[in-house]
């Protein structure tokens, strides 16, 4: 009962507004664990630093983790939190790591060998043939690849795992239950037979992550392959892949980001506004 209370707790102060996730660990190891911080008076609260809306906020926050449990038990997810030992050892090691995942696949991905692939969406040709050949040899080598699930570099990586009949891992810049992009829900759902979805928000937040979660989180080494990459290019594929936007990809990235997030319009963060990431091939390895 303890460890569902402590999990229960992670879960309720991940709801509240305002509250990093280092703050409020170093919170839970202060009164010991997130359940406390949860239950505690706010005066108490405010003597170690919280302001009184902050104090507020978490005050109110327990009232809305059932919900939450609801919604991720909808989503067919399940959550890890900070103190799980299922939780990746090398995301705890980041200065602010998240106080929950939600996982849709199988947990035990998450603690296989593994390297992430990652890139820009509007890649060349030549970069979603080196992602390819990367995510391919790796599958074929039984080493999890692990990418964004964005389009570009990101779902090429995905796919090729998936012909070769290999494990692969997203993490997603939204809450579990809302893919984007929107045509990605096909291999989101294969993504979920032979590995996993990852999100470091409790549900389907309402609101796109900006290019930069830590997709690498499951690897220690850097490998960058970028280099390679863009001296193999041809002048013509590098203007194409760096390119700006025309108005019309804004206008479809927009439409495609409300409607993996339930709203009408962009979201905070989302394709329509975010910076673009770099060209293909940067990896990490365990």
Not at 2 to 16: A, I, S
Not at 73 to 83: F, I, P, R, S
Not at 178 to 187: C, D, I, Q
Not at 251 to 278: F, I, V
């Given at each position: 009962?303890?460890?569902?209370?402590?999990?229960?707790?992670?879960?309720?102060?991940?709801?509240?507004?305002?509250?990093?996730?280092?703050?409020?660990?170093?919170?839970?190891?202060?009164?010991?664990?997130?359940?406390?911080?949860?239950?505690?008076?706010?005066?108490?609260?405010?003597?170690?630093?919280?302001?009184?809306?902050?104090?507020?906020?978490?005050?109110?926050?327990?009232?809305?983790?059932?919900?939450?449990?609801?919604?991720?038990?909808?989503?067919?997810?399940?959550?890890?939190?900070?103190?799980?030992?299922?939780?990746?050892?090398?995301?705890r090691q980041i200065a602010d790591p998240p106080l929950v995942l939600t996982i849709r696949g199988r947990v035990a991905s998450l603690a296989e060998p593994a390297v992430a692939v990652v890139g820009a969406r509007r890649a060349s040709e030549y970069g979603l043939r080196v992602a390819e050949e990367l995510a391919g040899g790796l599958a074929l080598a039984g080493v999890t690849v692990v990418s964004g699930l964005a389009t570009g570099i990101d779902g090429a990586a995905h796919r090729t795992a998936l012909d070769r009949g290999g494990r692969t891992v997203a993490i997603m810049g939204t809450g579990i239950d809302a893919v984007y992009p929107a045509w990605h829900r096909g291999l989101a759902a294969e993504i979920v037979g032979e590995g996993a979805l990852v999100s470091e928000f409790p549900r389907a937040v309402r609101f796109l992550n900006a290019p930069g979660s830590p997709v690498g989180f499951l690897s220690d080494e850097e490998v960058k392959a970028r280099a390679a990459a863009e001296a193999a290019e041809t002048p013509e594929e590098r203007a194409a892949a760096e390119a700006p936007e025309t108005e019309d990809q804004r206008a479809q990235e927009a439409a495609d980001a409300a409607e993996a997030t339930g709203t009408d319009e962009p979201q905070a963060g989302s394709a329509a506004g975010a910076a673009e990431p770099s060209e293909a091939g940067e990896t990490r390895s365990s």
């Amino acid at each position: 009962m303890d460890g569902d209370r402590e999990q229960l707790g992670w879960l309720g102060l991940t709801l509240v507004r305002g509250l990093e996730a280092g703050r409020a660990a170093a919170l839970a190891r202060t009164l010991g664990g997130p359940s406390r911080v949860l239950g505690a008076p706010a005066a108490v609260l405010e003597d170690h630093g919280v302001s009184p809306a902050l104090a507020a906020e978490i005050g109110r926050a327990g009232d809305r983790v059932a919900g939450e449990l609801r919604a991720i038990a909808g989503a067919g997810a399940t959550l890890v939190t900070l103190d799980d030992p299922a939780y990746p050892p090398l995301l705890r090691q980041i200065a602010d790591p998240p106080l929950v995942l939600t996982i849709r696949g199988r947990v035990a991905s998450l603690a296989e060998p593994a390297v992430a692939v990652v890139g820009a969406r509007r890649a060349s040709e030549y970069g979603l043939r080196v992602a390819e050949e990367l995510a391919g040899g790796l599958a074929l080598a039984g080493v999890t690849v692990v990418s964004g699930l964005a389009t570009g570099i990101d779902g090429a990586a995905h796919r090729t795992a998936l012909d070769r009949g290999g494990r692969t891992v997203a993490i997603m810049g939204t809450g579990i239950d809302a893919v984007y992009p929107a045509w990605h829900r096909g291999l989101a759902a294969e993504i979920v037979g032979e590995g996993a979805l990852v999100s470091e928000f409790p549900r389907a937040v309402r609101f796109l992550n900006a290019p930069g979660s830590p997709v690498g989180f499951l690897s220690d080494e850097e490998v960058k392959a970028r280099a390679a990459a863009e001296a193999a290019e041809t002048p013509e594929e590098r203007a194409a892949a760096e390119a700006p936007e025309t108005e019309d990809q804004r206008a479809q990235e927009a439409a495609d980001a409300a409607e993996a997030t339930g709203t009408d319009e962009p979201q905070a963060g989302s394709a329509a506004g975010a910076a673009e990431p770099s060209e293909a091939g940067e990896t990490r390895s365990s």
